[in-house]
């Protein structure tokens, strides 16, 4: 995911995100914050990073509705990303990287990358440890 863009710069990876955080960090934009960046919030992420449990899946709509500690979210294009042999269903918990289409009423994302996490529930109970732990050391 972190290629170049175009125009030769590198792309950034994946910002790691939960569902609350994106939505406000989309919302605020331009606004400024004090304390943050010199008083500018950070750039909105365009890819992102985010886990979840699905809690439904629809397959003529070629999306499912992910539930992590903060919220909802959407993910679409479930038929563009390699599932390997298992099927998304309710009460699995996975990974998901995407491209951020809209935030309004819920973050929506693109499906690039998905990954079951379910056989280690390690990965569930981390997981918003190691997003706050992230933001806190984001200059």
Known sequence: MAGVASGGERASPPLKMAAAQL???????GVVVPGVSGGRAP????VVWMQGTVVAVDAGARRALLRDDTGTFTVRGLDHVPHGKTQLAAGMYIMVMGVV???????????VKMTDLSGNPLHKSMWGLEVEDLHNSIP
């Open 43 to 46: 750039p909105d992420p365009s």
């Open 101 to 111: 289409e809209s935030c309004c009423p819920e973050p929506c994302l693109q499906a």
């Open 23 to 29: 939505g406000r960090r989309r919302r605020r934009r």
